[in-house]
């Protein structure tokens, strides 16, 4: 917006480089610019200002499809103004001299009519397109009808406007035709969903069967294993216990045939010595023999009486103490008498040797 500045009679006016300024005097031009920087008297002159940078216009319309959907689309149209003074002719862009603001809205008159058209250009595809389509590529396709609609514009192009761009943001229907066509495709992402929720639990059951069986073959080869190891371990108990009971028989036999080697060694020296025995008492009892022989032959001829008198000495060499000895005279009388009369053949018998 150009700035102006009230000095008494006369006025200031400075613009922006983006503005362009039409500066009437009566009917006739007097300045025609960007950025202008002029003095002027408010009673004669008539001042018009057009913005020459590129406007956003934001449109929102409605419209029915070919099945009698409601439809809402929105989206921006960029434009330009590339005629000033033709633009000005057909719009009122006049400005108060006092304050610099427009007199007329000539902006918003020029997004009224962009947006009417646009509308009918969007209209025009939507109402010969069912509501499917319309929300599967109405994007695009409004974009370009209401782009080529408003380039191929003659009017616009008469009035200096030209279009700079068209982007069309959404296109919504209503919420219960949302809702509507939402469920199918709900429906379908849900029946995905428990598909693959299906699909994991049976691979969980798979691979959990596969599990189970290889710990069944685990456990088999474990078994056969363990089979083998008590086969193994019998094998050698009886390896053990026939090594064992031949060493027993070996052991046995040795201590059998040790046993019998000592008892001929002991009936050898028990033998030997029976017979060095039996020899010796032999010796010993043939000299008793002899011995007991000659004496007997010796007292063949001794007296009665002095066998007698022997055998009391020999019986008084037995006892070790006589505690009482009764003598009469009818015992010892026979007895010294036939002492004497032995000791008197004996004391002949030597004379007469």
């Known amino acids: 917006m150009a700035q102006i500045t009230n000095l008494v009679v006369a006025r200031h006016l400075r613009a922006d480089a983006s503005s362009h300024v039409l500066h009437y005097r009566g009917a006739k031009l007097v300045r025609s610019g960007r950025g202008l920087a002029f003095w002027f008297l408010p009673l ?23 099945d009698f959907q409601d439809v809402t689309a929105q989206g921006v149209v960029t ?13 009122d862009f006049t400005i108060d001299l006092a304050s610099g603001a ?18 009918q250009h969007a209209s025009s595809y939507i109402g010969t397109s069912p509501v499917r ?11 370009e009808r209401i782009e080529a609609g408003l380039r191929g514009d003659a009017g616009l192009a008469a009035m200096g406007i030209e279009i700079a761009s068209v982007r069309v943001s959404s296109v919504k229907p209503t919420p219960d035709l949302e809702k509507a066509l939402e469920a199918p495709m709900r429906e379908h992402i849900q029946q995905e969903s428990d598909q ?12 959990e069967r596969a599990i189970q069986e290889n710990a069944l073959v685990n456990q088999i080869e474990l078994a056969r294993r363990e089979e083998q190891l008590i086969a193994q371990r019998g094998q050698n108990g009886r390896r053990q216990a026939t090594e064992e ?27 030997v010595a029976g017979e060095a025995t039996a020899k010796s008492v032999q010796l010993v009892e043939g000299a008793r023999v002899d011995v007991e022989r000659a004496r007997m032959e010796v007292m063949r001829g001794v007296p009665t009486e002095v066998m007698m008198g022997l055998a009391a000495r020999e019986l008084a060499s037995k006892l070790r103490s006589i505690d009482h000895l009764n003598l009469s005279p009818e015992a010892i009388g026979p007895m010294l008498q036939a002492l004497m009369s032995a000791g008197t053949r004996r004391l002949e018998t030597k004379e007469r040797v």
Not at 102 to 119: D, F, G, S, V
């Open 196 to 207: 693959a929720a299906f699909a994991r639990r049976a691979m969980a059951v798979e691979k």
């Open 245 to 271: 009971a031949e060493a027993g028989r070996i052991a046995s036999e040795a201590a059998a045939a040790r046993t019998r080697l000592e008892a001929e060694s002991e009936a050898h020296h028990t033998l």
């Open 133 to 143: 389509a319309i929300l599967t590529e109405g994007d695009a396709r409004i974009r």
């Open 44 to 66: 004669s002159a008539s001042v018009a200002e057009l913005p020459m940078d590129d406007r956003e216009l934001s449109v929102l319309f409605h419209g029915r499809s070919s």
């Open 79 to 91: 434009y330009r103004i590339v005629d000033s003074a033709t633009l000005a002719n057909r719009v």
């Open 102 to 119: 427009y007199l007329r809205q000539p902006l918003e008159k020029i997004a009224l009519l962009l947006t009417e058209l646009a509308h």
